[in-house]
């Protein structure tokens, strides 16, 4: 049995197609699941963010210690509570712990400035600049 000739002109060309599609939907698919990390890290930092509180406490370090004070507050990065954390995926995990810190170091860090400030205003209006 012969076969037609107009098989033997799609048949290269269907080939080629598939030669060209394979190589070309496996860079896809790994660029879809790295956007969808991607995403996962972003709602995890934006969360970390949003959770980040700050403790009042570094007030009276910068009160007490002045520029020490908020250097420490600074340098310091707080950690997120793990409860929040359990089964959730690692990129998530990741962006959130991120976000907590360093939205909470600044927190922090803006703490301390404003005891600082405080103590350089009692003190100035207490005359101890004279």
């Known amino acids: 049995m012969r076969l037609k000739k107009p098989f033997f002109s799609i048949f290269p060309v269907i080939l ?35 959770d980040a509180k700050g403790n009042p406490l570094w007030f009276l370090a910068g009160a007490g210690c002045g520029c020490f004070g908020a250097g420490f507050a600074f340098l310091m ?35 301390a400035c404003a005891g600082w400030a405080a103590f350089v205003a009692v003190y100035a209006v207490a005359g101890g600049f004279n």
């Not at 599609?21 to 972003?42: C, E, G, R, T, Y």
């Open 16 to 50: 080629a197609a598939t030669i060209i599609a394979i190589p070309v939907s496996l860079p896809l698919a790994d660029v879809i699941n790295q956007q969808s990390a991607m995403n996962q890290f972003a709602v995890g930092k934006l969360d970390g963010e949003r």
């Open 77 to 111: 990065k707080p950690s997120p509570d793990a409860q929040s954390l359990v089964g959730k995926s690692s990129d998530y995990v990741l962006g959130y712990t991120e976000g907590y810190k360093n939205k909470g170091r600044m927190k922090n860090t803006s703490y």
